[in-house]
């Protein structure tokens, strides 16, 4: 009677889900994975009960799994997200939906001759019990309209893999999905700046100041920093008519000792945002076990995060101010 | 194969936690319900697919039950603990573990015959992940030994019924096991001292200061206030010998507007201690879907917690310390 | 034209009397100076163009001397507070104002046979902004009636000397003060409650927790703590009927780093209380210059420090409650 | 003996630098004052016991006085301190320094030709006790090199007088000289960025996004709100390699009630910098009555202010970036 779900990609985050479906989540089974690296996948299958399938598209065509969620390697996405849609099966896919804007719309086209919406795309942001209380604030008119945000993304480290793109691609996405979310207004215009580079940042371009359009005008600052050493630190303020609302300093506890009062800064993301996973993978699999779409963010979503990353690539490499283009959005996304 | 739970007691608090194992926890199915009214057990078990028992007893007798959460009144605890423990099931007790200390002690003779833990008494607070925090940088020693301890216990307000033992038994109650747990030591000695009461307690001598004295030599003083209106507020901070550890001030955003920076205070236990509840429920049902015994506090806290709670109501109508006397702690304890 | 100013002991409290007088305060002038350490005073004179007087009655005697600052060790007040009254000529005596209450009496005898108040003890918190601001919160109705309040005064370390009584007499006294005027009510029984000692607290009975019931039944608990190596931390939250209100963390700046966020505690009195103690010393003088008697606190004050210090103490010695006896309020402190 | 100040502009803000001198200052007296309204002047002059002179000039041709504070209208400066400087008088002048880079380069050159400074303009920020601790937490090197700050400057609404200009000219005016102070490096680039302008802005292009790149390629982002409404804010956070400083939220106090916790914000900028104009004054009065130059910012701040002015008042204008271009400091100014 539980949903049953196949994870295609057991790495870190694919093996972080199937933990949270089977530890904070009532009514979903893992039954199957798939990985391209099959000796993992079976010992992960071994593990917990599942079937190791060879590929992703035999586990997407069994007829035991109810519900795909993709974690593979972004480059793989489309075809997984595709074939789910064509199996009529419901799918979960990590960001990114795809890594280029043309692919977004494959999907987009398929979820139309689908007739409904099938794809959720991992922006956890969404669900995260401050982001929503923010957005709350500014939804009940308290602070008046929004004109500004002003916000910081700041990891400790990252990959030995990153090159300038990903801090674009990878880190800032978060904020693109968070601000067309929180101000349900598209991003027309991205420029990034550039300030003097931090000794820790290796050949990266850190930090950076990437800054936002919006169509309604709002102004948003994105302050990019992927090397700052004392710990993962996410920002954000909103300036309205009549006040502002900000994420708070959820300091647990706070500590005197030896001259200072202070308290621990997340370690990672994990820290930071572990619950906001719990309910996003919650919150999609009663939309999946039930009839209806989704409520979280769909193609369409990835779609527009794709356009406005790969403007401001193009921003981050010439300095100047581009213009984000999107097609019309099709009546499935309103 | 998941954990077949019988919940005894379907008001607020039993439909509480079913809900909470029908949503955030893996592995757990309600299979059954019992309430002393009858149509609400039955209506509660129609909207679960779970059966209704005419009464608790023949509840945990059913072959079908594997493990009980106890959620009815006080007075009816003690008689579903002991036919738990008598059936060798597991059994998930909602505070106070009995309303005496004679029936504490019948309760602990129970499981000794027995011969291993299966209660575990639902003090939530040692699963809340501030208190988790304060404990861990306690343990970690950085604030040296541990003096005193301050906390303030306040309520928006209380249900009518509430007499003036119930600040003790039923709010206080929550202080007296966390600082069990939190300095390893038992309570020795307890006060209570009474200023001016509020306008807003009706006949309830509230506010009250309850002092305790733990064998540790460590002094706790906690303000007990049931009727402060604006919220519902736990705070806590341990002096050590060379720091201090105080809760956080949990605010999700900062709100400015009108001359005022600030956010708002929790509006009540379940704002509070929700996630503390979530953890705790699948920590008990992750130890009795295992096979060892729960990892929570059992049955000599719920003892210990008694005894010191009537000491704490003689200290209240008398104006004098009382001395608090337990029995030698069963090694089943240790 | 400005107020001829005498200082009577230039040990550290007395030089930084005199430097914040010739910086921070207009109107003012430091003519004389003495001190039972002739040399010391002479030094002090000559570096301010001001004459060293051979001892302090004499400086209260010279006739070029409008006011006089008496920074002297305690045990020698009360003289020069008699003498400065007998001179007609307005005095600020740094706490206490004498160290018996029979003293006190004799002081608030001279003071009403001069007809009208000369006398100024110093205790600075009355002018710490961040307390007027408590006061104003409370006074304004907002929180209601006020209940209880609960304090913590916590010193790094204290001077070689202390005594167990010093942590009454020297540290306790200005919550002592601080309760009086906040509530406007006279303290009538005072605890003393001991916890576990601080290994860096030597012999002395260090931390403790005194408790103060006050006429209007307000209930305020202080934890004493003179070693708590951390710095200079003062605490204060007062519960009213519908709120409450407490001393905020006045951190100027906040820091990330290295894992952590936080910032620095003060490291004693002056940093804390610098502002307050140049407030205090301008609003003297002006009330000096001028034809009133002082704003702050007078020889009643002073009294009524000595009567419930000593009560303090003797609940310290003793660990039973002692009562507080006042002789009735001359008419000339209404 | 004290220092004979004569003050020009007997407006709002040389009244109260009149007040400051005559009570939290020592060894300064007012002696005369002008104002271009003679009426007022002489009610002053009256109220204080100091002399009205007919115009600036007078006063500071006037041998009984030695230094002088310009408070005038800002069309008026440069008349007065170049008078000051031929009269060899040390001036304290009220930002602006003048009203074009040309006056202020006339200036300069006048200081020149004395030989040595005279001149200190009015950017209290520098005095401010939460700005000096964020600049010792820079400079201690804690949080490595400088990369980025983000300021906010926000006003509850601004005078009728107020001009698109003035937002440049009279209010980011503050964060300009703070900047190149905070970081020891001049603005190279200045752009202005314009969301969408606030229903309480009126005509005015409220807010804005100011961004200055320093010659250190620190990248300076200061969003400016003169109408929000809710009170007088200032923010600020520097981000360094290794961590982070920011100005702190110093609440006095916090107040729990009806549902939130919370405290005041600084109502106008008398409220956020009062002590920074009394230190600001205190300082520059102690060099003026010493031999040597003021420690402040002199002319050549002044007018590295005003190139920056002009240029941002321009990007304004304009929407494009616009490059700072400085003379060469004059070895005066190292």
Known sequence: MSLRVGVIGTGMIGRDHIRRMRTVQAGVSVVAVADVDGELAARVAAGIGAVAHPDGRELIASPGVDAVV???WGGTHEEYVLAAIAAGKPVFCEKPLATSQQACLRIMAAEAGHGSRLVQVGYMRRYDAAYRALKQVL?????GAPLMMHCAHRNAGVPDFYQPDNIITDTAVHEIDLVRWMFGSEIVRVRVLR???SRNAGELPDPLLLVLELANEVLVDVELSVNVRYGYDIRGEILGEDGTVSLGDPGLV???RAGQVGGPVPADWRDRFGAAY???LRDWAASAAGSGPPDGPGAWDGYAAAVVSEAAVRALRTGEP??????DRPKLYD
């Open 254 to 256: 706070a500590v005197r």
């Open 70 to 72: 993709v974690c593979s």
């Open 278 to 280: 719990d309910v996003e």
């Open 322 to 327: 581009v213009t984000v283009t999107l097609v």
């Open 139 to 143: 939804d009940s008119g308290v602070i």
């Open 195 to 197: 300030p003097r580079a």
